[in-house]
C-alpha cells in the first residue's frame, strides 16, 4: 500500500515508547513547490529571487517589527526540550529536526547570525547560522512538516508557538519566490472563484438542489438548501469540502437540517462559499484579510443579521480569533449574537432550549469518541466559558448516539493531537508524513476501539475529516469510521411537525 | 588593582545589564501583537491573563504539564537562585531587614538546591539525546557558568570565609563612586567577576527568558478577540482603506 514503513502502533496509548532520533529520516519528504503562476497570483516573486538570501534576511527584519512573537520567542527559547517529544511529526518519525525546539532553531540561527550581537560575534558558538542553500532546504522542508496545530505551545514553559515560527518562515519564503503548490494555488481560487475547490456559482447552486432531493427522498421534508437568499437571518460560511466530499456533505446536510427545524432562514453565499482561509497557513496577514473581506461583503450584500461558521478547525480559528480585527467591526449585525458564531453553539443552544430534539436512536449500534481539532481547541472557544471548545461538541454528540467515549486524557482537549494533515500539508505529495503524523492519534484510536468498542470518530473540521478518511485505512480502520459531528446530528434529529 | 578592576567590572556590567535589558524591553514593548493568539482554554479577562503568566513564573505551570523531573531540576535551580539572591542582600544593607535575616539559612539551603538543580539540568543535556541534539556549545557554558559561580560561593561560605565586613564596606562605596578596597581573597574576586560576567552575558542571551515569559502573547493574552478588535499600527492602512 505504501513506499514507507507505516508506524506500528503501541495496544496502550501511555506504552508507547518515545521514538529513537533518526536523523534526517525525514529529509526527502517535502511538498511540490508552487508553479510561477501560482507565486505572482498573491503578489510574490514567480521563481526564487537571484539575491534571495538577502531578501530573506530583510523580510525577517520586516516580520520582527510586526509581530512582538515572533520576537520574543526568537529570544526566549531555552533549549530544555520540554516541548520535544510533544510534536506528532517528531512521535510519528523520529526525525530529529521535527522537534519543535529543532523546527524553530532552523529560523532562530538565522536570527541569532544576522539580528543578535552574540550571534554576529560568536556565531555557531551561540547557534547562529548563514542562511545557505542547504539551511533554505531545510527550512523548505521542515517548515511544511509542521501543521501549526500549536500542542508545543500548551507545553512550553514561556509559551513558544512554533506555528508563529513556521508561519514567519513560510511567509518569508514567498517572499523570495520559494512557495507551496497546495497553499498557493488554493489561496488564488479563493480569491478568483470563492473557493478552495474553484467551484463556481452555478455548479454550487446545482450541487445544493441536488442536496434538496436528496433530502426530501430520504426524510420526505422539504429541507431547503440555499443559496444566496438576500435578507435571510444567517449567513452559513463553511469548508467547501461540505459541499461535495465524504463524509464532509454529510455535516452540511446536518446544518441544513438544524436550520429547517428550528425555524430560522439562512443561506449561504457564492461570493465567501469557503470558511477556509489558507492565509493563515502561509503566514501573510495582507492574503488572511483579502480572504475575511469576502466575508464581509457578502454578510453586507445579504443583509443577513448573523454570521454562523460551518465545521472547520483552522477557519475557526480564523472566524473566532482573528475576524474581528481582520474584517470588523461587525456593528451592521445583530448585537444579540456573538459574530461569529460556530454552527455548534446554534445547535447546542437549541438543543438546551428544545428548540430541537435528538433522537439516540437514530444512530443505534454506534459507539463515538470524539477527535478535537487542534484549532479548535488550542486557538479558540464556543460558548461563553473557557473549555466550551470541548464541552460543547461533546454535550452535542452525547444527545445524539447511545454511546460516548473519550480517549486517552493527554490526546483530547488542550492536549489533542493534530490529525497530521492540517497547516497546509493535507497534499498526496506529503502522504507520507501525514501517514506518520497520525500515529499518536491512531495509537489513541486504536485504544478505545479495543477497550470500549468504539465504532467511529466524530470530527469537527473539514482537513481532519479529509486527512482520516485517507491515513485511517492505513493503520487497518475503514475509512469511513470518521463522521462529521452534524452527520450523527442530521440522523438523529426529529424533523417536522412531531418532533 | 584589583578592587579597581572589579570594581570597574561590576559598573560595566550593571551598565551593560540595565541598557542591553532595557532596550530589548523597549522592543517588545514597542513591536505590536497584530492578533490574538493566547493558547487556549485562556482566561476571559486581562486580570485572569495576568494570573496565568503569575503562574507560569512563580510554578511553572506549562513545564509542570509537559515533564516532572525537567520541572524539579528548574524549580530546584530557580527557587535555590531566588533564596540566593534573598540571602545576598545582606551585603549591601548596611542593617539588613527583618526578612533578609530571616532568609539567611533558607539561602544556604538554596544554593544547594541550585547547584543540584543546575547539575541535574546539565546531565539532561549531555545524556539526553534530544537535547543533546538541540544544544549548542553557549547552552553548556551557561550552566557552567552558572555552577562556577554557586562553587565559588558555596566554597567562600563553608570553606575558605572571606572577610564579610570588608566586603560590605566595598560594595557601599560603588554607589558613591567611592572605591574603598576589596578584600584581598582570590576566591571573591572570582564569584564577583563570574557574577559579573553573567549580567553582561544577560541581555544577549536565552536568559532573554526572564522578561520574554512576560511578554508571550500565548500566555499573557485575554480570551476576548469577538469583543476587541486590535488592529495593529502597520495593519491600519489596510484595515482603513476598506472602510473608506
Not at chain 1, 445544493?208 to 452559513?236: C, H, N, Q, R, S
Not at chain 2, 486580570?47 to 503568566?53: E, P, T
Not at chain 2, 530557580?78 to 535575616?101: A, K, M, Q
Request: aromatic share 8%.
Amino acid at each position: 500500500m505504501a513506499d514507507f514503513a507505516v508506524p506500528v502502533l503501541a495496544d496502550d496509548f501511555e506504552l508507547a515508547s518515545p521514538p529513537a532520533l533518526a536523523p534526517d529520516a525525514m529529509a526527502h519528504c517535502q511538498p511540490f513547490r508552487a508553479q510561477p503562476a501560482h507565486n505572482r497570483a498573491l503578489g510574490f516573486p514567480g521563481e526564487l529571487v537571484p539575491d534571495w538570501e538577502a531578501r530573506a534576511v530583510a523580510r525577517l527584519g520586516e516580520l520582527l517589527e510586526r509581530s512582538r512573537a515572533l520576537r520574543v520567542y526568537l529570544d526566549s527559547c531555552v533549549k530544555c526540550g520540554a516541548c520535544a517529544d510533544k510534536c506528532h511529526f517528531f512521535i510519528g518519525t523520529g526525525d530529529p529536526k521535527n522537534m519543535p525546539v529543532a523546527r524553530q532553531d532552523l529560523l532562530r540561527s538565522v536570527y541569532r547570525r544576522h539580528f543578535t550581537t552574540a550571534g554576529k560575534l560568536l556565531g555557531g558558538w551561540v547557534g547562529a547560522r548563514d542562511l545557505d542553500e542547504a539551511l533554505l532546504q531545510d527550512w523548505y522542508t521542515y517548515f511544511h512538516q509542521c501543521s501549526q496545530c500549536r500542542r508545543c505551545s500548551v507545553f512550553c514553559p514561556f509559551g513558544i508557538d512554533t506555528a508563529e515560527i513556521s508561519m514567519a518562515a513560510r511567509e518569508i519564503m514567498d517572499s523570495i519566490g520559494l512557495g507551496q503548490k497546495y497553499c498557493n494555488e488554493i489561496i488564488g481560487k479563493v480569491h478568483t472563484v470563492g473557493n478552495n475547490l474553484g467551484l463556481p456559482g452555478p455548479a454550487l447552486a446545482n450541487t445544493l438542489e441536488g442536496l434538496e432531493e436528496d433530502v426530501l427522498d430520504d426524510t420526505g421534508i422539504a429541507v431547503k438548501f440555499p443559496l444566496d437568499v438576500a435578507g435571510a437571518d444567517v449567513l452559513l460560511v463553511t469548508p467547501s469540502a461540505d459541499f461535495f466530499a465524504e463524509p464532509h456533505v454529510d455535516g452540511l446536510i446536518g446544518y441544513a437540517k438544524v436550520f429547517h427545524q428550528a425555524g430560522v432562514s439562512w443561506t449561504l453565499s457564492s461570493y465567501a462559499s469557503e470558511a477556509a482561509n489558507f492565509a493563515m497557513f502561509i503566514g501573510s496577514y495582507e492574503q488572511m484579510h483579502k480572504i475575511a473581506m469576502r466575508i464581509r461583503k457578502a454578510a453586507i450584500d445579504l443583509g443577513v443579521k448573523r454570521i454562523i461558521f460551518g465545521e472547520c478547525g483552522h477557519a475557526w480559528r480564523v472566524a473566532y480569533a482573528f475576524l474581528n480585527t481582520l474584517a470588523g467591526p461587525w456593528d451592521f449585525l445583530d448585537p444579540r449574537y456573538p459574530v461569529p458564531q460556530h454552527i455548534l453553539e446554534f445547535t447546542n443552544g437549541l438543543i438546551e432550549s428544545g428548540g430541537i430534539r435528538l433522537d439516540k436512536d437514530a444512530n443505534a449500534g454506534m459507539c463515538v469518541t470524539f477527535h478535537d481539532s487542534c484549532n479548535v481547541a488550542r486557538a479558540s472557544r464556543m460558548g461563553d466559558r473557557p473549555g466550551g471548545q470541548f464541552a460543547i461538541p461533546r454535550a452535542v454528540i452525547q444527545a445524539a448516539v447511545p454511546r460516548f467515549v473519550d480517549m486517552h486524557p493527554d490526546t483530547i482537549n488542550a492536549r489533542t493531537f493534530c490529525c497530521g494533515g492540517g497547516g497546509g500539508l493535507l497534499t498526496d505529495d506529503l502522504i507520507e508524513l501525514r501517514v506518520k503524523g497520525a500515529k499518536p492519534r491512531m495509537e489513541a484510536l486504536k485504544q478505545v476501539v479495543t477497550d470500549h468498542g468504539v465504532t467511529h470518530m466524530a470530527a469537527i473540521c473539514a482537513i481532519c475529516k479529509t486527512q482520516f478518511a485517507k491515513v485511517l485505512p492505513y493503520y487497518g480502520f475503514e475509512m469511513d469510521m470518521v463522521v462529521s459531528l452534524h452527520q450523527l446530528v442530521g440522523r438523529a434529529i426529529r424533523l417536522g411537525d412531531g418532533a | 588593582m584589583l578592587s579597581v578592576a572589579i570594581a570597574s567590572l561590576l559598573a560595566v556590567a550593571t551598565l551593560v545589564l540595565v541598557t542591553g535589558l532595557g532596550w530589548r524591553i523597549a522592543r517588545y514593548t514597542a513591536t505590536p501583537v497584530p492578533l490574538a493568539i493566547p493558547t487556549m482554554p485562556a482566561p476571559l479577562t486581562r486580570a485572569g491573563a495576568a494570573a496565568r503568566v503569575g503562574r507560569e513564573v512563580v510554578l511553572f505551570e506549562s513545564l509542570f504539564g509537559a515533564d516532572k523531573l525537567l520541572w524539579l531540576a528548574a524549580m530546584l535551580f530557580h527557587v535555590g537562585l531566588l533564596l540566593v539572591l534573598l540571602r545576598h542582600l545582606r551585603y549591601v544593607f548596611p542593617t539588613p531587614p527583618l526578612l533578609i535575616v530571616f532568609v539567611q539559612p533558607f539561602g544556604k539551603l538554596g544554593a544547594l538546591a541550585m547547584m543540584a538543580g543546575a547539575l541535574l539540568l546539565l546531565a539532561r543535556r549531555l545524556v539526553l539525546p534530544p537535547v543533546r541534539f538541540i544544544s549548542r556549545p553557549s547552552d553548556v557554558a551557561m550552566l557552567l557558568l552558572l555552577l562556577a559561580i554557586g562553587a565559588t560561593g558555596l566554597a567562600m561560605t563553608y570553606f575558605v570565609h572571606t572577610d564579610i565586613i570588608g566586603l560590605k564596606q566595598f560594595l557601599a562605596g560603588l554607589p558613591l563612586l567611592e572605591l574603598r578596597p576589596l578584600p584581598d581573597d582570590p576566591m571573591l574576586a572570582l564569584h564577583l567577576g563570574l557574577a559579573a560576567a553573567l549580567l553582561i552575558v544577560l541581555p544577549f542571551s536565552k536568559l532573554l527568558h526572564i522578561p520574554g515569559v512576560f511578554f508571550s502573547p500565548t500566555r499573557n493574552q485575554a480570551d476576548d478577540s469577538r469583543d476587541r478588535r486590535r488592529v495593529a499600527p502597520w495593519a491600519r492602512k489596510l484595515d482603513e482603506a476598506r472602510h473608506g
